[in-house]
Nanobody
Framework: QVQLVESGGGLVQPGGSLRLSCAAS????????MSWYRQTPGKERELVAL????????NYAESVKGRFTISRDDAKNTVYLQMNSLKPEDTAVYYC???????????WGQGTQVTVSS
């Protein structure tokens, strides 16, 4: 049974930091591309950051470059999103995503709410 379990969301003031975690199980984590997406009401889900297998490559949305860092720990089957200098516009539900290599499947976590507000 595939599971992606996010944690670490919450309420933070502008300028603050949060670290999201996504614990994965039920598929071959180390060869999978892992990503974080976010979604606000009435908008499409958008890619925030991704990291390829073995951490060779990372990509970020322009809006979070220089503030967010994605990383992975293959020994723990966990992917992280370190979010610094948070802004109110970062408020969203953040979802963990996995894309496996062979066979090609895609999985989603249940989401974790991040609210940036004073």
């Amino acid at each position: 049974q595939v599971q992606l379990v996010e944690s670490g969301g919450g309420l933070v003031q502008p300028g603050g930091s949060l670290r999201l975690s996504c614990a994965a199980s039920g598929f071959t984590f180390r060869t999978s591309v892992m990503s974080w997406y976010r979604q606000t009401p009435g908008k499409e889900r958008e890619l925030v950051a991704l990291i390829t297998s073995f951490g060779d490559t990372t990509n970020y949305a322009e809006s979070v470059k220089g503030r967010f860092t994605i990383s992975r720990d293959d020994a723990k089957n966990t992917v992280y999103l370190q979010m610094n200098s948070l802004k109110p516009e970062d408020t969203a539900v953040y979802y963990c995503n996995a894309k496996t290599r062979l066979p090609k499947y895609e999985y989603w976590g249940q989401g974790t709410q991040v609210t940036v507000s004073s």
